[in-house]
T-cell receptor, first 114, second 113 residues
């Protein structure tokens, strides 16, 4: 069975400091992995995706994520947080093994302190 | 600009009423999806459609109904049988029903009065 776990429900960082949002996944097959961002009362915007090409994936707004198969992780990072990064972030695993499914983590709310 | 539109942005319903949420896409995507979002629970799949005139139940389909008469449109009806309909509803689409990336609309917030 496939699953995804976001290890922190809330993360607070100061503006200008690094961001780390953690995501672990479980999958019996080669997964596709995604990070989305959601600002309050808005839809989900795709930040980046991993689909078995390069393990280090660069996304929009300076975010990147590294796929580590040995650790079954896909953590999201950004070198320097900006106030506009405050939002909720969702890690998603997608597997096509007869039945295709997008499986969402429960989200990490990022707070950026001035 | 290509994208997904949802309307209305906010919707209020009295108990016992059916309401319909609109979802339109001009991305020429074959597959469309409806999700429900509740605080702290991530997103849960209500219904999905792989192609026109086809749709399948997701994980929490009870109390909801959909139609897919046109490629661009995938409306969701929240019926009076849905016991706890207050939530944020998100529509999404993808090129095909596979591991393709899903793209999301801006959402509709439904509140039952």
């Amino acid at each position: 069975a496939q699953s995804v776990t976001q290890l922190d429900s809330h993360v607070s960082v100061s503006e200008g400091t690094p961001v780390l949002l953690r995501c672990n996944y479980s999958s019996s097959y080669s997964p596709s992995l995604f990070w989305y961002v959601q600002h309050p009362n808005k839809g989900l915007q795709l930040l980046l995706k991993y689909t078995s090409a390069a393990t280090l994936v660069k996304g929009i707004n300076g975010f990147e994520a590294e796929f580590k198969k040995s650790e079954t992780s896909f953590h999201l990072t950004k070198p320097s947080a900006h106030m506009s990064d405050a939002a909720e972030y969702f890690c998603v695993v997608s597997v096509s093994s007869g039945t295709y499914k997008y499986i969402f983590g429960t989200g990490t709310r990022l707070k950026v302190l001035a | 600009d290509g994208g997904i539109t949802q309307s209305p942005k906010y919707l209020f319903r009295k108990e016992g009423q059916n309401v319909t949420l609109s979802c339109e896409q001009n991305l020429n995507h074959d597959a469309m999806y409806w999700y429900r979002q509740d605080p702290g629970q991530g997103l849960r799949l209500i219904y999905y459609s792989q192609i026109v005139n086809d749709f399948q139940k997701g994980d929490i389909a009870e109390g909801y109904s959909v139609s897919r008469e046109k490629k661009e449109s995938f409306p969701l009806t929240v019926t009076s049988a849905q016991k706890n309909p207050t939530a944020f509803y998100l529509c999404a689409s993808s090129i095909m029903y596979s591991t393709d990336t899903q793209y999301f609309g801006p959402g509709t917030r439904l509140t039952v009065l």
